[in-house]
């Protein structure tokens, strides 16, 4: 079997990885301070911290001799394509990367890129909702995405309106009730 049929079937392994967030064709990546600031941690922690723990891994278990049955050489391979991918990926992601600093806004009743907004459907529930780049979205407490279908109705709206959200059961009116930027510093 040659190098490169083996380097194929290897590229083939990587393909089954999740798929990461994409960004539309031609937007740009905006994203908070605090979760520009999150992506260069998780940066520097695997480039200074755990790739080389797993290079010396590696290292070790394939100075053991045979290593088509050696648990650690393969699963430290394995381990180090991923951070490699995860390298790459954050690399590029920090490059294009736009810091928008909400914080600005603070004091502004109308919602833009980094609001905390307090909205009730037409059924009468009420949620919250902050609006931030791909990169740091969380619904379980309450981040979402600017491209989201919900933040792009609300971007731009002011307390008082209603906005509708197209939606598969129909349209759902939304009423905007309150929007929060955090204190500059």
Do not use: C
Not at 45 to 51: D, F, N
Not at 72 to 87: H, S, T, V
């Amino acid at each position: 079997m040659s190098k490169a049929f083996t380097r194929e079937a290897d590229r083939d392994e990587d393909d089954d990885a999740p798929a990461l967030p994409a960004l539309p064709a031609g937007a740009k990546n905006y994203i908070t301070p605090a979760g520009y600031a999150r992506l260069r941690a998780e940066l520097k922690t695997l480039v200074e911290r755990e790739r080389p723990q797993v290079v010396e891994t590696v290292a070790w278990a394939a100075s053991n001799g045979d290593r088509s049955e050696n648990g650690d050489y393969i699963y430290g391979k394995k381990r180090l394509r991923e951070i490699d991918r995860r390298i790459r990926f954050l690399g590029k992601r920090l490059d294009h990367a736009e810091v928008v600093d909400p914080t600005r806004q603070h004091g502004t009743d109308q919602i833009f890129f980094g609001a905390t907004v307090r909205y009730r459907e037409d059924s009468g529930t009420e949620r919250e909702v902050t609006i931030v780049g791909i990169d740091e979205v969380d619904p379980q407490h309450g981040a979402i995405s600017w491209i989201s279908p919900v933040a792009r109705v609300l971007l731009k709206a002011r307390v008082g309106d209603v906005v509708a959200l197209p939606a598969p059961g129909g349209v759902l009116e939304l009423e905007v009730l309150d929007v929060r930027y955090p204190a500059p510093r």
